[in-house]
């Protein structure tokens, strides 16, 4: 059976907890940094905290991204995704859906719930 030792997972998962600056929410999925923070933004929160490489349910390694509370939504239109982005190095590090997708208003605020993001064991 394949195995990688925690160490390999935890310096993948260590980028989200040390670069990762900004989470957006997005009215699609994006592909690139600029899709993220300029093309397809709905709003935004640097209030980000991301805990450190721990366990995941199953096998493997996860991160958690703790709740944010005080999203600013910047345009109007329907949030489907996050992504989570390096600011200082214009980086996508991670997206993923919205577990409901919710209308939002430019000038309202915005909440998300922790998300956990993991590296599944080798098959």
Same mark, same amino acid.
């Given at each position: 059976? @394949?195995?990688?030792?925690?160490?390999?997972?935890?310096? #993948?998962?260590?980028?989200?907890?040390?670069? @990762?600056?900004?989470?957006? &929410?997005?009215?699609?999925?994006? /592909? /690139?940094?600029?899709?993220? /923070?300029?093309?397809?933004?709905? #709003?935004?929160? /640097?209030?980000?905290?991301?805990?450190? +490489?721990?366990?995941? @349910?199953?096998? #493997?390694?996860? =991160?958690? %991204?703790?709740? &944010?509370?005080?999203?600013? %939504?910047?345009?109007?239109?329907?949030?489907?995704?996050?992504?989570? =982005?390096?600011? =200082?190095?214009?980086?996508?590090?991670?997206?993923?859906?919205?577990?409901?997708?919710?209308? %939002?208003?430019?000038?309202?605020?915005f909440t998300l719930s922790s998300v956990a993001i993991g590296i599944p064991? +080798?098959?």
């Amino acid at each position: 059976m @394949a195995t990688l030792n925690d160490r390999v997972f935890d310096n #993948g998962l260590t980028v989200l907890d040390t670069e @990762a600056n900004r989470i957006d &929410i997005t009215s699609i999925e994006a /592909t /690139t940094y600029t899709e993220a /923070t300029s093309t397809n933004t709905l #709003g935004n929160s /640097t209030s980000l905290s991301i805990g450190a +490489p721990a366990d995941r @349910a199953g096998g #493997g390694r996860e =991160v958690t %991204v703790a709740a &944010i509370t005080d999203g600013s %939504v910047t345009g109007t239109g329907t949030a489907t995704h996050y992504a989570i =982005v390096d600011t =200082v190095n214009s980086r996508l590090l991670a997206t993923g859906s919205l577990s409901a997708s919710q209308a %939002v208003t430019s000038g309202n605020t915005f909440t998300l719930s922790s998300v956990a993001i993991g590296i599944p064991d +080798p098959a």
